[in-house]
């Protein structure tokens, strides 16, 4: 069967530094990889999306970047965080298109990041 | 990408059946209707999808009527457990840009 993980799955993180999340999936080949944010009390906002290795599209332009280097691996990087960053971010993963399910996407547990 | 709009909250009582409706005019021919469910610090997690009639899996009732603009999901006796935010998206098949659009929810509170 297929799983997702994510970690860190806390952290606290003064304003400027840098941010590294990384998310695995583990059980499939060739997923389609997804990056969202929730903010509190809000809806998952999309912000970037693979169709595979070192293919990234990015849905909100902001200070954050992603990377694939790796067919299930996916990271979430920024350079210097804002305030505004502070949020659960949520990583997920579809079946390869073409595949029995259609834009059925599965998501990890989740990391939440406080921005101090 | 069509658009969704459903309750922002909902409340109910153990035992009851809560259905929840979901407005997407602009629906695509290829679009399927997904619902998902996320408790508070939890990933969405997948519920049911449809594309047209009606879907029943062991959790829930998707209902979309002819038209497509519109669907429901039916959730048969809640329970305390079923107190979350429930999200309705309709996607395209398959092609480049396979995304989701997550709007805001419904919260449904179910009460002893």
């Known amino acids: 069967s297929q799983t997702i993980h994510q970690w860190p799955a806390t952290l606290v993180q003064p304003v400027g530094s840098p941010l590294s999340l990384e998310c695995t999936v583990e059980g499939t080949s060739n997923p389609n990889l997804y990056w969202y944010r929730q903010a509190a009390g809000r809806g998952l906002q999309l912000l970037f999306y693979?169709?595979?290795?070192?293919?990234i599209s990015s849905e909100v332009p902001q200070n954050l970047s992603a990377s694939r280097p790796q067919d299930r691996q996916f990271i979430l990087s920024s350079k210097k965080l804002l305030l505004s960053d502070s949020g659960f971010y949520l990583c997920?993963?579809?079946?390869?298109?073409?595949?029995?399910?259609?834009?059925?996407?599965?998501f990890g547990p989740g990391t939440r990041l406080t921005v101090l | 990408l069509a658009k969704t709009t459903q309750p922002i909250s909902m409340d109910s009582y153990e035992g009851q059946e809560v259905n929840i409706t979901c407005s997407h005019n602009n629906i695509a021919t290829n679009d399927y209707i997904t619902w998902y469910q996320q408790f508070p610090s939890q990933g969405p997690r997948f519920i049911i999808q449809g594309y047209k009639t009606k879907v029943t899996n062991e959790v829930a009732s998707l209902f979309i009527p002819a038209d497509r603009k519109s669907s429901t999901l039916s959730l048969p006796r809640v329970s305390l457990s079923d107190t979350a935010v429930y999200y309705c998206?309709?996607?395209?098949?398959?092609?480049?840009?396979?995304?989701?659009?997550f709007g805001t929810g419904t919260l449904l509170a179910v009460q002893p």
């Open positions: 997920a993963w579809s079946p390869l298109a073409g595949g029995e399910s259609t834009d059925t996407q599965y």
């Open positions: 693979s169709v595979g290795i070192g293919q």
């Open positions: 998206l309709v996607g395209r098949g398959w092609g480049a840009t396979n995304k989701l659009i």
